[in-house]
């Protein structure tokens, strides 16, 4: 009888010690953490069993903890924009991603299945570029508005060290009749305008404040801060230039040699899913890449949402941004900056 | 005050530790990287950040920037020290306590209201329209003015009350003597309130030329990209290029500059007496 109460003990205690050891170690984009536990973090718990540390912070601290823990990973999944990813997998750092592991990969859109080749990440959210603007002292009709006498001294630019920089430039690039590839000639066309310029801002929340005081008039923005204007009592606009939208995606990946390989595949594919899909879209967190989400036209019209919208998005390719954001910076700091 | 030596060391034991283990070392290691390339030991980090013309203008800009911020505040200091020590004591409290007020409220709040009142529909806008000085807002949001008076604003009380506690021991009779004397208030500030205020003017100097250079919030939130000073500068460097190494040289030319600040004042104060 002894024994066996024993070996029970054991047992349960081995169990216990399994259960706690099953834990995920994901890095994410801090905002929205509260509706993201909701909508994701929580249901996979209560799923898997398992335990979920999140840790947040922007993408260069995330990237730099993988990279200088590359020997030993302390984080076992991660979500990144596309050039991030790829500059983590061009380091070897991150693992490729085995399509017939997630259950949900087929219903992703196309350009979100290999974002950057080799399997190496897959996008789980899309976000649309435009530019907001007061509907009652200006109009926007294409890029190149940004830089026309309508706005002059009153519109504001994303900083070329941000996401938002280079799909910018690329679009007033585009509006020149350039293609959008070689940004030189647009960099120096802000240069000789920066005086006209308010402000090159790093985070579109720093916009709010200023457009509200008729500070700015005009600013490109994602489509994920729309929201902001879009409650405010103020004549905001989101434009629809004639160029077209620019976009971008973030991706998941995950760190190479975690050993934590299989859970981390099953939140992907959870969070890939069409429930929590959906359930992320209806909470305004991301705007889904599962082409199966359906949300109402409310949702929908403060989301990226849509097969043809993400079609047509002028997408930067990510190469293009690692090959050339250094010579960038280092023009934009000469020419615009100063 | 101690029986001896020994029990003085104890008590002073724990605080040199925290202050040496959690502060000395850390910064020690950090800024030891600013001389760090590849392995070996360079002062190459240092020649690289100053050969950058944007560099060399950030680093004037916050040379500028300090000295007129620590300047003008010393300027206005004397001013509402002098005032303020010659109020009746009851008075005296309610307008010190007035001064001392803002330190109470946050930085980042005192900022942001920067923004509203320097904007195109701010108050000093307002003010110049009003008065016919321009037919349109003029921009002062993002500009170094802008910067200029939100570091001011921030560390001006920390003058008046360096300047106040110097100026509360200068003896009573002092200045009336000089007046009587025949000597005008521009000699008797140079002569008399001067020489006998120069630790105050030391101490509020130090602490509102370091204040200046070493602010983040302010710069960032009135300056933004367009007016970059090292501490904007330093954030980007780490947060934007992961760039230790450039971060690591402005922190070093940072505490370099406001050692180099306390050393000047204390030679001006020094040269003087």
């Known amino acids: 009888m002894k024994t066996s109460i024993s070996t029970a003990a054991l047992l349960c205690a081995i169990a216990g010690m399994a259960h706690a050891e099953k834990t995920l170690t994901i890095s994410v984009y801090s905002f929205a953490q509260d509706a993201y ?7 996979f718990e209560e799923l898997c069993g398992c335990t979920l540390v999140v840790e947040t912070g922007n993408s260069v601290e995330r990237m730099a903890k993988i990279e200088a823990n590359a020997a030993d990973p302390v984080i076992d999944m991660a979500v990144l924009s596309t050039q991030d990813a790829l500059g983590l997998a061009q380091k070897g750092l991150i693992a490729p991603i085995d399509p017939a592991t997630l259950t ?19 996008g789980y959210t899309y976000y649309a570029s435009s530019i907001v603007y007061r509907s009652d002292l200006v109009t926007i009709e294409s890029w190149g508005d940004l830089l026309g006498e309508a706005v002059k001294g009153r519109v504001a630019l994303p900083n070329i060290t941000g996401t938002q920089g280079p799909l910018t430039l690329m679009m007033l690039d585009k509006a020149a009749g350039g293609t959008g590839e070689d940004l030189s000639g647009t960099i120096s066309a802000i240069g000789a305008k920066a005086d006209d310029i308010v402000t090159f801002y790093s985070r579109s929340s720093e916009l709010t404040q200023l457009m509200s005081q008729e500070e700015v008039i005009a600013a490109p923005i994602g489509r994920f801060a729309w929201g902001h204007f879009k409650q405010s009592d103020l004549p905001f606009a989101w434009a629809e230039p004639k160029e077209g939208q620019a976009g971008g995606m973030n991706v998941m990946v995950m760190t190479k040699d975690n050993g934590n390989e299989e859970l981390a595949l099953q939140f992907m594919d959870y969070w890939l899913s069409t429930e929590v899909q959906t359930r992320v879209a ?3 967190i991301d705007s889904p890449a599962n082409k199966e989400v359906t949300v109402s036209d409310e949702v929908a019209e403060n989301l990226t949402y849509g097969a043809d919208l993400i079609n047509a998005l002028n997408i930067m390719p990510a190469q293009t941004v690692i090959d050339n954001r250094e010579a960038w910076v280092e023009q934009w700091n000469a020419d615009v900056i100063r | 005050m101690f029986m001896n030596k020994k029990e003085g060391l104890i008590l002073a034991l724990p605080a040199a530790l925290f202050a040496t283990l959690l502060f000395l070392l850390p910064v020690m290691i950090l800024l ?3 001389f760090r390339i590849d392995g070996s030991w360079s002062l190459q980090g240092y020649v690289d950040f100053f050969a950058k013309p944007l560099n060399q203008v ?3 800009r916050t040379l500028k920037l300090g000295v007129l ?3 003008t505040a010393a300027v206005i200091g004397y001013a509402a020290a002098f005032c303020i020590v010659n109020l009746p004591a009851k008075s005296r409290g309610r307008v010190f306590g007035l001064v001392v007020l803002p330190l109470m409220i946050s930085p980042v709040a005192r900022t942001y209201a920067w923004i509203v009142i320097l904007g195109r529909t701010g108050i000093v806008n307002d003010v110049i329209l009003g008065l016919g000085l321009s037919d349109t807002p003029v921009r002062l949001l993002f500009t170094e003015t802008a910067v200029f008076l939100g570091l001011l604003q921030l560390f001006l009380p920390l003058m008046i ?3 106040v506690s110097a100026m509360e021991n200068i003896p009573r009779d002092v200045i009336p003597a000089a007046r009587v004397l025949g000597a005008s208030w521009l000699q008797v500030f140079f002569r008399v309130i001067l020489p006998l205020t120069k630790e105050g003017l030391v101490v509020g100097g130090t602490l509102v030329f370091t204040g200046a250079l070493t602010a983040y919030i302010t710069p960032a939130i009135l300056g933004g990209s367009k007016v970059l000073m090292l501490e904007t500068l330093l954030y980007q460097r780490v947060n934007v290029a992961n760039d230790f190494v450039s971060a690591s040289v402005i922190a070093m030319i940072l505490m370099v500059m406001s050692f180099s600040a306390n050393l000047v004042l204390k030679r001006i104060a020094s040269a003087r007496s």
Do not use: C, R, T, W
């Open chain 1, 37 to 43: 536990k909701e909508a994701l973090y929580d249901p």
């Open chain 2, 69 to 71: 911020v620590a300047g």
């Open chain 2, 161 to 163: 009350i360096s300047l």
């Open chain 2, 32 to 34: 030891s990287e600013a």
């Open chain 1, 282 to 284: 209806e909470a305004l």
């Open chain 2, 58 to 60: 950030v680093f004037l």
């Open chain 1, 104 to 122: 949900n990969f087929d219903k992703l859109y196309a350009s979100a299945q290999d974002p950057i080749g080799g399997h190496m990440a897959v």
